[in-house]
Nanobody
Framework: QVQLVESGGGLVQAGGSLRLSCAAS????????MGWFHQAPGKEREFVAA????????YYADSVKGRFTISRDNAKNTGYLQMNSLKPEDTAVYYC?????????????????????WGQGTLVTVSS
């Protein structure tokens, strides 16, 4: 099984950028689609972006399209979320997740509460 550890969170001013990383341990990371989610204080966890196991397909929440980019490097067992033009409403704990059922499953809000593997999260704070 895959284990996930996020890093790269921090404090940034509105309009700035951050890149989150999701390091996977376990030899089967390349068989898993992965995704990013965020949870703001007092709110439910929400889907942000997903990427297929090969990296060929990506999906984004409407709120981040054009600002965030998901990618992965299977040789390094690592996934990334490049966040540009950050807004105060992007402030949240960001989680990565992985599942062998594919990126559509990761992106599907009817299914993604039960993804196979979750990281512990990294906090992103965007100041105005």
């Amino acid at each position: 099984q895959v284990q996930l550890v996020e890093s790269g969170g921090g404090l940034v001013q509105a309009g700035g950028s951050l890149r989150l990383s999701c390091a996977a341990s376990g030899r089967t990371f390349s068989n898993y689609a992965m995704g990013w989610f965020h949870q703001a204080p007092g709110k439910e966890r929400e889907f942000v972006a997903a990427i297929s196991s090969s990296g060929g397909f990506t999906y984004y929440a409407d709120s981040v399209k054009g600002r965030f980019t998901i990618s992965r490097d299977n040789a390094k067992n690592t996934g990334y979320l490049q966040m540009n033009s950050l807004k105060p409403e992007d402030t949240a704990v960001y989680y990565c997740a992985a599942d062998p059922r594919g990126a559509r499953t990761v992106a599907d809000n009817r299914l993604n509460r039960a993804l196979e593997v979750w990281g512990q999260g990294t906090l992103v704070t965007v100041s105005s």
